[in-house]
């Protein structure tokens, strides 16, 4: 069976410090993943988006970056964070040749810039 | 993307059906309708993918008339633990990579 790891669970971090979420997922090849950001109360912000090693798609412009250096892999990183970076961040994934859009999520990373 | 509006919150009482409509008026011919569930602090749950008509699994229904330009979550029987965000999505194919936007959900609240 699938499954997909986030860490850390939890992360208080100072304004301007760097940031590094991992995500990886046991189980499956060539996945998609995606990152998403929840801010409190909110929806789901979709921020990247990979399809393949090294293949990153942004959907929002913004001081994160995200990268895919394994099949199973994928990392959110900033080099400087701002408070309206704390919120919920989800990592996910779907079938590449998927029938459905049924996506996996993992259990999250909850950040907090202080 | 087609954009989805849905109720902010509703309101229910164990036992009963619950039905959450999702407008979607500019749905485009190849989109397909999905909805997840989210409890706090946890990642949404897939619940339930149509195209048209209707579908059902052991977990809800999707209705979804002839114009497709809205569909209804329906809920069979709720109980304490249905409480959570719904979220309406619609959007390319499922062969598309890029994933569908989530808007901000229909909390549920089901009573005593």
């Known amino acids: 069976s699938q499954t997909i790891h986030q860490w850390p669970a939890t992360l208080v971090q100072p304004v301007g410090s760097p940031l590094s979420l991992e995500c990886t997922v046991e189980?499956?090849?060539?996945?998609?993943l995606y990152w998403y950001r929840q801010a409190a109360g909110r929806g789901l912000q979709l921020l990247f988006y990979?399809?393949?090693?090294?293949?990153i798609s942004s959907e929002v412009p913004q001081n994160l970056s995200a990268s895919r250096p394994q099949d199973r892999q994928f990392i959110l990183s900033s080099k400087k964070l701002l408070l309206s970076d704390s919120g919920f961040y989800l990592c996910?994934?779907?079938?590449?040749?998927?029938?459905?859009?049924?996506?996996?999520f993992g259990p999250g990373t909850r950040l907090t810039v202080t | 993307l087609a954009k989805t509006t849905q109720p902010i919150s509703m309101d229910s009482y164990e036992g009963q059906e619950v039905n959450i409509t999702c407008s979607h008026n500019?749905?485009?011919?190849?989109?397909?309708i999905t909805w997840y569930q989210q409890f706090p602090s946890q990642g949404p749950r897939f619940i339930i993918q149509?195209?048209?008509t209707k579908v059902t699994n052991e977990v809800a229904s999707l209705f979804i008339p002839a114009d497709r330009k809205s569909s209804t979550l329906s809920l069979p029987r709720v109980s304490l633990s249905d409480t959570a965000v719904y979220y309406c999505?619609?959007?390319?194919?499922?062969?598309?990579?890029?994933?569908?936007?989530f808007g901000s959900g229909t909390q549920l609240t089901v009573l005593p």
């Open positions: 996910a994934w779907r079938p590449r040749l998927g029938s459905t859009y049924e996506q996996y």
């Open positions: 189980g499956t090849s060539n996945p998609n």
């Open positions: 990979s399809v393949g090693i090294g293949q």
């Open positions: 500019n749905i485009a011919t190849n989109d397909y």
């Open positions: 149509g195209y048209k």
């Open positions: 999505l619609v959007g390319n194919g499922p062969g598309s990579a890029r994933q569908l936007t």
